[in-house]
Nanobody, 124 residues
Framework: QVHMVESGGGLVQAGGSLRLQCAAS????????IGWFRQPAGKEREFLAG????????NYADSVKDRFTISRDYAKNTVWLQMDSLKVEDTAVYYC?????????????????WGQGTQVTVSS
C-alpha cells in the first residue's frame, strides 16, 4: 500500500514563499516519479512539477518554472516543492502523487496514488 501525505500549506501574502512537503511510504516509492499538482476551487487539477525516481529528471509547468523548485530526499522518501514569489492565483489545494516511471508525466491520469492535499491561500 502506498501512502502520500502533503503538508506545509497555509496562508501567505503575495510575494511570499512556502515549502510543501510530500511524504511517501509504501512499496516502490523510492523508484517512482513524484508529481505535484494543484486544483483551484471550481477548476481542473493542473500539473506543476515532477521529479523522476533518480532525481535527475525534473519538469515544470511554464506557469511556475521560474518560481517553484522541486527536490527529493531519498533517505526520507520526501519530495519538496519550494514556492517563491507567490501570487494570488496560486491559491489552490496542492497534491502530490506517484507513478512507477523514470520520467515524471504531466498528465494526472497517469499517476496512481494521491495524497489528501494541502491548502495554499495567497492573499493580496
Amino acid at each position: 500500500q502506498v501512502h502520500m501525505v502533503e503538508s506545509g500549506g497555509g496562508l501567505v501574502q503575495a510575494g511570499g514563499s512556502l515549502r510543501l512537503q510530500c511524504a511517501a511510504s509504501g512499496r516502490g516509492v523510492d523508484t517512482s516519479s513524484i508529481g505535484w499538482f494543484r486544483q483551484p476551487a471550481g477548476k481542473e487539477r493542473e500539473f506543476l512539477a515532477g521529479i523522476g525516481w533518480r532525481g535527475d529528471v525534473k519538469n515544470y509547468a511554464d506557469s511556475v518554472k521560474d518560481r517553484f523548485t522541486i527536490s527529493r530526499d531519498y533517505a526520507k522518501n520526501t519530495v519538496w516543492l519550494q514556492m517563491d514569489s507567490l501570487k494570488v492565483e496560486d491559491t489552490a489545494v496542492y497534491y502530490c502523487a506517484n507513478v512507477q516511471t523514470y520520467i515524471p508525466p504531466t498528465s494526472a491520469q497517469e499517476y496512481g496514488h494521491w495524497g489528501q492535499g494541502t491548502q495554499v491561500t495567497v492573499s493580496s
